[in-house]
């Protein structure tokens, strides 16, 4: 695993809206909590380079590592795999009248963006995961 994260056993995190309005920024409690999408080139995250992790926003759970983010072009943090596969889970996501793979946070359930099959190898995925939903830690 990269810089040398180990993901235990995951233990779920619930709280109440009222919590999480209180423990979040409003960006980001739109999106781990309401599902919302935040607009495209306005996180900086989207061109952070540095080294280091990637947490949920919500939980600090680890998610991603720089050494597998990328740039897609799109406007929003890209990564071709998570730290590990137990740290997200997806769901069908049919909003917007088409059919896309949601990701979210296996511990808190926030909601991190979604994954597509159109991603660099060696997986050909490309996690598009909104910034507000994450913080980064510098190696």
């Known amino acids: 695993m990269p810089q040398n994260i180990e993901i235990g056993p ?34 900086p995250l989207h061109e952070n380079h540095a080294a280091g992790i990637y947490r949920c926003a919500g939980c600090d759970l680890p998610l991603f ?6 740039d897609s072009g799109t ?17 069908k ?9 949601e990701v979210h946070c296996a511990r808190c359930g926030g909601h991190q963006g979604h994954v597509f ?4 190898k060696p997986t050909g995925l490309r996690y598009c995961i909104n910034g507000a939903a994450l913080k980064f830690v510098p190696a």
């Open 10 to 43: 995951i233990v779920k995190v619930v709280r109440t809206d009222e919590e999480w309005k209180k423990l979040l920024s409003p960006p980001a409690y739109q999106v781990l909590r309401h599902e919302d999408t935040e607009r495209a080139f306005t996180n």
């Open 65 to 70: 590592s720089s050494e597998h983010k990328f």
């Open 75 to 91: 406007g929003w943090p890209s990564f071709w795999q998570p730290i590990d596969p137990r740290v997200i889970e997806t769901r």
């Open 93 to 101: 996501d049919s909003s917007f009248f088409m059919t896309r793979t």
């Open 117 to 120: 099959t159109d991603g660099p």
